[in-house]
């Protein structure tokens, strides 16, 4: 069955040190999406892909980067990891031309 | 841009009986809405969605109700079950170049009572 796994499922890290989230789906969907969830602000878009080579930013970007290289995968880096990006990480993908996203379980990431 | 609320953050009912959860969005110009349901420890799943020319939608035990002339959206469970209690979220897609992008909104906590 296709599915969208994403790793590790809980990462403690410290400040200041490159992190890479992993997001992998075998929908062949083009549609890729991180997210981040917060107590009070519900989920927030960091990144987006609409297909290979395409990254966008979202809301909340600053401090995140994105590449998409192949359809499958869509990794997350937080460049330069610090406290205020302790979040529950959440990556999706949908379709061409439709929204209704399939989700991860999520990572929770916790900078130290 | 678009944006999306809900008016209760929590909502607690007893089992068996029914809920309705709610959600207002600004722009006029939506035309296709979806309920997330998202349990403990998991990410959000789709449960339903409905579109602008459409006042009611039903499935499994949801109903979702749009009125586009106040610009809300409900979610009705039926005799609420312990696999209902969850974190429920409304989205909406962003309008033109937005289009593919949800915006969500932050969610209800529903408490299902024994």
């Known amino acids: 069955d296709a599915e969208i796994t994403q790793s590790p499922r809980h990462k403690i890290t410290e400040t200041g040190r490159q992190v890479t989230l992993a997001c992998h789906q075998t929908?062949?969907?083009?549609?890729m999406f991180w997210y981040r969830q917060d107590l009070g602000h519900g989920l927030r878009l960091i990144h987006y892909?609409?297909?290979?080579?395409?990254?966008n930013k979202g809301e909340v970007s600053d401090g995140y980067s994105v590449s998409r290289s192949n359809t499958e995968d869509l990794p997350l880096t937080l460049e330069s990891a610090a406290s205020s990006q302790t979040s529950v990480y959440f990556c999706?993908?949908?379709?061409?031309?439709?929204?209704?996203?399939?989700f991860g379980s999520g990572t929770r990431l916790t900078v130290v | 841009g678009e944006s999306v609320g809900l008016h209760l953050p929590t909502l607690s009912v007893q089992e068996g009986d029914n809920s309705i959860i709610n959600c207002a969005y600004s722009?006029?110009?939506?035309?296709?809405f979806i309920w997330y349901k998202q349990e403990s420890g998991k990410g959000p799943q789709f449960i339903i969605d409905?579109?602008?020319?459409?006042d009611k939608r039903q499935g499994q035990r949801v109903t979702v109700l749009l009125n586009k002339t106040v610009k809300h959206l409900s979610l009705q469970i039926a005799a609420t079950q312990p696999g209902d209690s969850a974190v429920y979220f409304c989205?909406?897609?962003?309008?033109?170049?937005?289009?593919?992008?949800?915006?969500f909104g932050q969610g209800t906590r529903l408490t299902i009572n024994p």
């Open positions: 409905i579109r602008s020319n459409m």
């Open positions: 892909s609409y297909g290979v080579q395409d990254t």
């Open positions: 999706a993908s949908s379709e061409s031309d439709r929204v209704d996203y399939t």
């Open positions: 989205a909406v897609p962003g309008v033109r170049q937005g289009a593919q992008k949800l915006v």
């Open positions: 929908w062949n969907h083009n549609n």
């Open positions: 722009n006029s110009a939506s035309d296709y």
